[in-house]
């Protein structure tokens, strides 16, 4: 399944680092999205992106996260100084385009962040 | 109150039987509702988009859009114990941007 490919699946991290984990769009998809899974609770957007823009970040939290997907390689989410409320699972969606006849956006498999 | 509930279960049923999930939704301005289904551990896999009010069947999944109620129904038929995994209702105010709103997610247990 040549589907949304994110990595690392699995991140461990000590409070103060930094974590950037990766995402591939489907082939052929432009649109990027980012939503965060906190244990026990449902998905949250985060962050809609295109290449070289950021089209939507009104869910990313104000301070220490960023995100890019740059005209080449995959989109990165950038967490700085990650706290242990960090802790969850981040997945990456992506879309052919935004009219009706495409709004179906397919998601990864997620990769989950330990903060320690 | 949130934007989207959803009873996070779980919700036990034998193998066969019809499994009934709904979600309730505040936003009138929802236009697209979306089921998903998540194994533990796994990304979100799309089971059934539907556009406004009205019903949309694909094989043993019928997805129901009651707007006049702000209520989406996902039932599953002749349900199996490969059907148990976590349902979560998404939906969206405009297509462009696909923005969704999540709910919590109702835990099903499809008992052989």
């Known amino acids: 399944n040549a589907g949304v490919m994110q990595n690392p699946r699995h991140l461990v991290r000590r409070r103060g680092q930094e974590a950037r984990l990766r995402c591939s769009p489907m082939?052929?998809?432009?649109?990027v999205y980012w939503y965060r899974q906190l244990p026990e609770e449902g998905l949250k957007f985060m962050v809609y992106?295109?290449?070289?823009?950021?089209?939507?970040e009104s869910g990313m939290p104000k301070e220490r996260f960023s995100a890019e997907f740059p005209k080449e390689g995959p989109s990165i989410l950038r967490i700085q100084q990650v706290v242990r409320g960090d802790s969850a699972a981040y997945f990456c969606?992506?879309?052919?385009?935004?009219?009706?006849?495409?709004?179906?956006?397919?998601f990864g498999e997620g990769s989950w962040l330990t903060v320690v | 109150q949130k934007e989207v509930e959803q009873d996070p279960g779980p919700l036990s049923v034998p193998e066969g039987a019809i499994v009934s999930l709904n979600c309730t939704y505040s936003?009138?301005?929802?236009?697209?509702f979306m089921w998903y289904r998540q194994y533990s551990r796994k990304g979100p896999e799309l089971l059934m988009y539907?556009?406004?009010?009205g019903n949309k069947e694909d094989g043993r999944f019928t997805a129901q859009v009651d707007k006049s109620s702000k209520y989406i129904s996902l039932f599953i038929r002749d349900s199996q114990p490969s059907d148990s995994a976590t349902y979560l209702c998404?939906?969206?105010?405009?297509?462009?941007?696909?923005?969704?709103?999540f709910g919590g997610g109702t835990r099903v247990l499809v008992k052989p």
């Open positions: 969606a992506s879309s052919l385009r935004t009219d009706s006849s495409g709004n179906t956006i397919y």
């Open positions: 082939k052929g998809h432009s649109h």
């Open positions: 992106l295109q290449k070289e823009n950021i089209i939507d």
């Open positions: 936003n009138s301005a929802f236009q697209y």
């Open positions: 539907t556009y406004s009010s």
């Open positions: 998404a939906m969206s105010v405009q297509a462009a941007g696909n923005k969704l709103t």
